[in-house]
């Protein structure tokens, strides 16, 4: 390699370390404010989703992952037969769901999971319907209803027309709040009453 040659690539590694050393620096800037969105998510979280002293529920998670729905004033506790024979209806109208999912529905159909370990209660129920062959699991954690009509001493449930709530979208399996952005839209849990505009 000629000196000149040697010079010219010493030129250009120089040149990219240097430019290496400003990312790095924008790197520790942009983690720094990625911890204290973090943080404040968490805070928003307790005054959004404080914790239900008598239930060791589901909360959601600080970012990256939709909440469940909360459920509406007045929803109607299911535990037992009531419960597995609700999440089969929901499972014959909107097809296979997660677990997540199809809480977030039974919280939108008015209903809530009337048990202290609510998450347990609804993979216990599932499990059960599976045992029963009432339900199938697709895979961890996700179940589908068999097409078979359910036994006589299992009646079916008679579903709202259409989940209601907070956040009804085009795909009412996915209970995520922000699919539907448009405040106009928005509605009180549970009425047909508009929201108040911001402000």
């Known amino acids: 390699m000629s000196w000149w040659a040697r010079v010219d690539l010493q030129v250009e590694r120089d040149a990219l370390l240097h430019r290496l050393e400003r990312l790095d620096d924008e790197l520790e800037e942009l983690s720094r404010e990625r911890q204290a969105i973090v943080a404040a998510l968490t805070d928003l979280r307790e005054l959004l989703y404080p914790p239900i002293p008598w239930a060791k529920g589901?909360?959601?998670p600080d970012v990256d992952h939709?909440?469940?729905?909360?459920?509406?004033?007045?929803?109607?506790?299911?535990?037992?037969?009531?419960?597995?024979?609700?999440?089969?209806?929901?499972?014959?109208?909107h097809g296979v769901l997660s677990l997540v999912?199809?809480?977030?529905?039974?919280?939108?159909?008015?209903?809530?999971?009337?048990?202290?370990?609510?998450?347990?209660?609804?993979?216990?129920?599932?499990a059960y319907e599976v045992e029963q062959q009432r339900a199938r699991r697709v895979e961890r954690?996700?179940?589908?209803?068999v097409d078979a009509p359910p036994r006589r001493r299992h009646r079916p449930v008679t579903l709202p027309r259409e989940p209601h709530g907070v956040w009804i979208s085009a795909r009412p399996s996915a209970p995520d709040p922000d699919l539907d952005?448009?405040?106009?839209?928005?509605?009180?849990?549970?009425?047909?009453?508009?929201?108040?505009?911001?402000g």
Do not use: N
Not at 108 to 114: D, F, K, L
């Open 66 to 93: 939709a909440p469940i729905p909360p459920a509406t004033e007045g929803s109607t506790a299911l535990s037992g037969r009531d419960l597995r024979a609700t999440c089969l209806s929901i499972l014959r109208r």
């Open 58 to 60: 589901r909360r959601p």
């Open 141 to 145: 954690g996700v179940y589908a209803a």
């Open 181 to 198: 952005e448009d405040p106009d839209s928005w509605t009180i849990a549970g009425t047909d009453e508009r929201s108040p505009p911001p």
């Open 101 to 126: 999912e199809l809480h977030g529905l039974v919280h939108r159909y008015g209903y809530v999971i009337g048990s202290r370990r609510p998450v347990t209660a609804l993979s216990d129920a599932m």
